[in-house]
């Protein structure tokens, strides 16, 4: 068996929250657009009622680089991911 099997078997049996998130309108909920009040009530219930998270993954379809990228830390920096 090989190493990246044995470790999926693992990992499968470990309890894992996931909630996937699309982003939505852009920065309109946050500006309290009407548009998306139903959005920003089911995601504060979700946020009252979820466990904090012991680490989130960000995917963005937006960022192109030559080789996959990954970033992290227990702050980073707010990245753009959209041109200007």
């Known amino acids: 068996m090989s190493q990246r ?8 049996k470990l309890p894992v929250n996931v ?3 699309s982003h939505g309108g852009g920065p309109l909920p946050l500006l309290g657009h009407e548009g998306h009040t139903e959005m920003v009530e089911t995601l504060q219930h979700v946020a009252k009622t979820i466990k904090r998270p012991e680490a989130i ?4 379809a937006h960022w192109e680089e030559e ?3 990954i970033t992290g830390g227990s702050s980073p920096d ?7």
Do not use: N
């Open 67 to 69: 080789i996959p990228t």
């Open 5 to 12: 099997i044995g470790i999926t078997r693992m990992m499968s």
């Open 57 to 60: 993954v960000v995917i963005s």
């Open 78 to 84: 707010l990245i753009y991911d959209y041109l200007t």
């Open 19 to 21: 909630l996937f998130l």
